[in-house]
């Protein structure tokens, strides 16, 4: 079975443009979770989409927003990049919703704003 | 919030070597997960593991959730065990603890 697969793997931009990522889970899965990895602020929970229907949200302003498809893959977008968006966004694949059974992870997207 | 501890932040051993890492969290969840995260970032599932204990290799590791803790035990380290490893829990997300980054020097 293919892995989690997630594109662009690395990208620049600068300040007050926007950015889409797309993650594509196991086939099967059904649940798509993003995270955000920064060297201050570590691994924090952005969103849960499952079916479709975002089930979960985490702490983060309004600019970063995402939805799934009907073939469950996932795309995140950040409008008006700040340069603390720089960071590696990783998406995590499951069969259930909630996140509760193992989480599979991809490789993730390094996004550099200058 | 969940809060999640993992000790401790740095590991240095020589090749060879026993380690035991450990996880400590603040409330009762139904998943937790220790991961690997390799030099290019991508992390590698090591251990789904809400409760009891489980083994695959070199690597084990026990979760008592009764005690809101777990421990990844890393046997006969050898140099490619190197990385930060974490540990996640969660209920209807995951929360990942700080890392322990662990170095073993040949």
């Known amino acids: 079975k293919a892995g989690v697969t997630q594109t662009p793997r690395y990208l620049i931009k600068t300040r007050g443009q926007q950015v889409t990522l797309s993650c594509s889970p196991i086939?099967?899965?059904?649940?798509v979770s993003w995270y955000q990895q920064t060297p201050g602020q570590g691994l924090q929970f952005l969103f849960e989409y499952f079916s479709e229907t975002q089930r979960n949200k985490g702490n983060f302003p309004g600019r970063f927003s995402g939805r799934q498809f009907s073939n469950s893959r996932s795309e995140m977008n950040v409008s008006t990049l700040e340069l603390g968006d720089s960071a590696l966004y990783l998406c995590?694949?499951?069969?259930?919703?909630?996140?509760?059974?193992?989480?599979?992870f991809g490789p993730g997207t390094r996004l550099t704003v200058l | 919030g969940i809060q999640v501890e993992q000790s401790p932040p740095d590991l240095i051993l020589q090749e060879g070597a026993n380690s035991t890492l450990r996880c400590n969290f603040s409330?009762?969840?139904?998943?937790l997960q220790w991961f690997h995260q390799n030099p290019w970032g991508q992390l590698i599932n090591l251990f789904y593991?809400?409760?009891g204990t489980k083994q695959n290799g070199r690597l084990s590791a026990t979760t008592v959730a009764t005690e809101r803790y777990s421990l990844l035990y890393i046997s006969s380290s050898q140099t490619t065990d190197s990385g930060v490893y974490f540990c996640a829990v969660g209920a209807q997300k995951l929360v990942f603890g700080q890392g322990t980054r662990l170095t073993i020097n040949p």
């Open positions: 593991i809400p409760s």
């Open positions: 409330d009762s969840v139904n998943n």
């Open positions: 995590a694949s499951g069969s259930l919703a909630g996140g509760t059974d193992t989480q599979y």
């Open positions: 086939s099967g899965h059904r649940s």
